[in-house]
């Protein structure tokens, strides 16, 4: 379990990026979902961190997220084509360019796992089930040798696990993201990285505004560490905060989880 890294870190940036890399060994970049930033900017992200510093990164929303979304209308996007052809994974032209663009952004920061996030109405269905499987066909041709792509399914994709399980174990570099306060992650024979998004606990989907309690980072790094035990194939686990408090949060988990015998980075 020695050779296995543990990165903490958070989803956005709660302070200063000085202050962050000084802190954290990694983080995912959250303004990519809302809009695609310029390269220039991302160039420099990436040259102002550390040079063993780890970048993921959440893709674009129009990919995962269809227009009607008020996140769409926050952002003031308006990408071209057809709008009805965005979102939902739908294997489409539009999407796929999406996602062509945004592997071109994840590059740059030499990005590690670039996040899918499906909305709650992107729910199990058979059609939606056939689009994940072809969109996740298609983009992983696009995506360098270092990356993975992670997704994490909200809404009723827990009641389907078998599903989850038949998606992402028989396309090779998918591996699936969840909370696991609220459900567990299918891990295939040949995953290496665990990706795992801290959302709060309680509430339905996400509960930002809670504070982690050391309990609770203990019983998170048990849980870690468990995961670890059992699956021989994980080299790398990533442990990132996605609430209010996930700066301070963060940095109590990776004092907590070094207690419990965790390779932290």
Known sequence: MADVRVFVGCCGFPFSRRKYYAMFA???VQQTFYKLPQKDTVERWRREAPSEFVFNMKAWQV????????TWKRAGIRPPGNVENYGYLKPTSENIEAWRKSVEIARILSARVVVLQTPPSFGYSSENEQNAREFFSIATKFIDDNMVIGWEPRGNWSDHQDVVEDIVCIIPRVIHIVDPFRRNPVICSWQRILYLRLHGIGGREVNYRYR?????????????????EQYDSIREVYVMFNNVYMG??????KEIAGRHGLNVV
């Open 63 to 70: 990919i995962t997220h269809p227009s009607s979304s008020p």
């Open 248 to 253: 301070d949060d963060a940095r109590r988990f």
């Open 26 to 28: 990694t983080v995912e």
């Open 212 to 228: 982690y309690s050391d309990d609770d980072l203990a019983k998170l790094a048990n849980l870690v560490r468990s995961i670890i």
